[in-house]
Every structure is written in C-alpha cells, then in structure tokens.
C-alpha cells in the first residue's frame, strides 16, 4: 500500500474493548481522509474493527494477520 | 449532450444507505456496584462512545458506590448512613464480587487475572470513559438517601439528578439496566 500512514498503534496485548477504545480516541487528531493502523492481539478485535467501522462511518481500508498480530487499517471519514 | 458528459455534470451520488441503521445514543442505568457489573457497565459505555454513540451512564442506589473517591473512607451524615459506607465501601478499588466473593479473595483473584490478561481495570476503563465524553450522572436520591455529597465523589461528573431525566435520556436510546 502506498498511501502514508498518519499514526500506528501498538494495541498488542490489550483486551477488550481497550484496541476499539484507544483507536477512537486516537482518530480524533486525524483528518478527513488520513489512516490510522492499530497493531492488536487479541482475536476478539478481529469482528469488533469491522462492527467499530459499520457504526463510526470510518472505512476499514485493509485487515491483515501475521504471526498472531491483527493489523487494521483505517482511513478516517468526515 | 451525450450520456457522458451528462454523468460528468451530475453532482456525485450520495453515498448508498448503509443497511445497518444505528442507534446514535446510548443509556446504561448503572443500579449495581458488584465488580462484575459495573465492570461490564464501563466497558459498553466506553465502547459506545468510542462507537460515536452520546453515552450517558445514570448511576443509582449500589450503582453510585463506584464514583465513591478511593481515598474516602466513611461516608453519610447520619449513623446509619455512616455504617452502611463502612459495610459497603465505595471506590473503584474496594468493590466486590456479585458472586464468589469470599471475604475479598474474589476479587483480588479476579484483579490477578485481569492483569495478566491485560483486561483494563474499571479505573482505567472511567478514565477513558470521560476522555471519550461519556456523561456519568450520579442519581440525587440516591445522594441524599445515602448521605453522599459531590464531594464524596470522584472529579468530572455531570450535575447529580433524577429519574425524569434519565428517562428522558433514554426515550430514543439503546437502554440498560445493569
């Protein structure tokens, strides 16, 4: 992807629902149309990006898994 | 004109309504003050404001031992106000287990485990709770039925208040009572 990335989060190790809630506190400095990409662990982040996305509007972009590690990538809506 | 120019001078198409409708607000009645519950409770009110839901939290009768400051050890005017703080102690560190509580080893355990699972504590999860807006309004009769003042408190709440308006509140929210 060539598109910069604007901030990453290493949520690595975190639970529920800390990887969401640290991502939307985040998202707030970004602009309209900047992405975001929050590193997780935990399994249950996997459905609760994608359900984060449908109810904020914002666009998950890519969704990745290697060596246990979810990485998701996030373009901010208006 | 031909149909491409027409499609170029056409303003774009308003993005396709999402099948998903959301509830853009969210209500939790926070009635008890068990670890396990209000736990929970922090939990879904941080995720719903981090969701973009308005997250209010209206808390009532055990409910409000939770906001109790950890460092307040008696509260209440009266004695029987006074002894039922000291049987029932508030502050996000001195909660107990709804069950299993067993003198306090419930919860040191479930405090263990939550380290080692890196879950946040209800501290940590109120602290991010208020940075994400979430409004936490402690109930006034509870205030009074228990001898609390704002000052027994803990910093950053909204105005304490009644049931007319947390009803009010939740007359077109998602609404829990936990």
Redesign the interface.
């Known amino acids: 992807m060539s598109e910069t990335i604007t901030t990453t989060l290493d949520l690595r190790?975190?639970?529920?629902?800390?990887p969401?809630?640290?991502?939307?506190?985040a998202i707030r400095a970004l602009q309209p149309g900047e992405l975001i990409e929050s590193l997780a662990t935990d399994p249950g982040s996997v459905p609760d990006f994608r359900a984060?996305c449908?109810?904020?509007g914002h666009e998950l972009v890519e969704q990745t898994e290697e060596a246990g590690v979810y990485r998701f990538v996030i373009r901010k809506t208006g | 004109m031909t149909t491409a120019e027409a499609t170029l001078d056409a303003p774009a198409p308003a993005p396709a309504r999402?099948e998903?409708v959301?509830h853009d607000k969210l209500v939790i009645m926070a009635w008890s003050g068990d670890l396990d519950k209000i736990w929970p409770t922090f939990?879904l009110g941080?995720?719903g404001?981090?969701?973009?839901?308005e997250t209010t939290i209206f808390f009532t009768f055990w409910g409000l031992f939770p906001l109790v400051r950890n460092d307040v050890h008696v509260t209440g005017e009266n004695w029987m106000q006074k002894m039922m703080s000291m049987m029932n102690r508030g502050g996000t560190e001195h909660l107990k287990l709804g069950k299993m509580n067993f003198v306090g080893m419930g919860p040191a355990m479930m405090k263990k485990l939550a380290e080692e699972?890196?879950?946040?504590s209800p501290a940590e999860?109120l602290e991010?709770a208020r940075?994400?807006g979430v409004h936490l309004v402690p109930c006034q009769m509870t205030m009074d039925l228990l001898g609390l003042t704002t000052d027994d408190l803990i910093d950053g709440l909204e105005e304490p208040a009644g049931a007319t308006t947390a009803l009010l509140e939740a007359q077109d929210a998602v609404t829990l009572f936990i």
């Open positions: 190790g975190l639970s529920c629902p800390m969401i809630a640290k991502t939307a506190q984060w449908t109810s904020t | 999402p998903h959301p939990i941080t995720t404001a981090a969701m973009g839901m699972h890196h879950v946040a999860l991010v940075d994400l």
